[in-house]
């Protein structure tokens, strides 16, 4: 069963960053945190993970809480190519299933 | 990067048919493979977990003999759905686990099944 908690939608205006918030207030200490999207009719797209230190890629930056928690998915400059639903999910590296959650569900605003 | 490939992306069949969806990963081996089912504006759920050589895992409420999966090797698993009726219809996902370190689990781009 999905471990996380996100709001079920956000909108961002387009070159405005994003800020998507993720509650998983029952990780334990081996699991990780996982991004993906997921763009209309097409499978999830890897987007970033980490464990407990910032972690930031050319796509996107993941903020995770000193208490590992909460996370923060940020996308620096949205673009309308964003606009998809973004899973939060936290999993073992060495594990193998991922449920997915609700995700929220991202609108980048012109 | 690495990728995961889902044939066919689409197919549309009559009532009764057996269809098969192909999962193969393009640039690394996988002894595990996922297969999910997403219906419109629902999440991705979790069907069963395939395993190279081995039988694969269901999760509960999914019947292992109306979705067959074979993994017959380490970059190729199949699902087929017999007898399909009009409530199999719905958007069939596959992933893999690149073994390699520190690599994240990669989705294919889904199989739209429409049952007529």
């Known amino acids: 069963d999905a471990k996380t908690t996100q709001p079920t939608s956000m909108d961002c205006a387009e070159g405005r960053a994003a800020n998507l918030p993720c509650n998983h207030s029952?990780?334990?200490?081996?699991?990780?945190v996982y991004w993906y999207r997921q763009i209309h009719s097409q499978g999830p797209q890897y987007i970033i993970h980490?464990?407990?230190n910032n972690e930031t890629n050319e796509m996107a930056s993941l903020i995770i809480t000193e208490d590992r928690k909460s996370s923060t998915l940020i996308l620096p400059h949205a673009t309308l190519r964003d606009t998809a639903v973004y899973y939060c999910?936290?999993?073992?590296?060495?594990?193998?299933?991922?449920?997915f959650g609700t995700g929220t569900s991202l609108t980048v605003i012109p | 990067g690495a990728v995961v490939s889902q044939h066919p992306s689409w197919v549309i069949c009559k009532s009764g048919t057996s269809v098969k969806i192909e999962c193969r990963s393009l640039d690394f081996q996988a002894t595990t493979m996922f297969w999910y089912r997403q219906f419109p504006k629902q999440s991705l759920m979790l069907m069963a977990t395939?395993?190279?050589?081995?039988?694969?895992?269901?999760e509960q409420g999914v019947e292992k003999d109306k979705f067959l999966i074979n993994h017959a090797s380490l970059t190729l698993s199949t699902l087929t759905v017999t007898s399909a009726h009009p409530e199999d219809s719905s958007f069939y996902i596959c992933?893999?686990?690149?073994?390699?370190?520190?690599?994240?689990?990669?989705f294919g781009d889904g199989t739209r099944l429409s049952i007529l």
């Open positions: 029952t990780i334990s200490g081996n699991e990780y």
């Open positions: 999910i936290v999993r073992q590296n060495t594990g193998n299933q991922f449920y």
């Open positions: 395939s395993n190279e050589g081995s039988k694969a895992t269901y």
């Open positions: 992933s893999a686990r690149d073994l390699r370190a520190n690599q994240p689990q990669h």
């Open positions: 980490g464990l407990k």
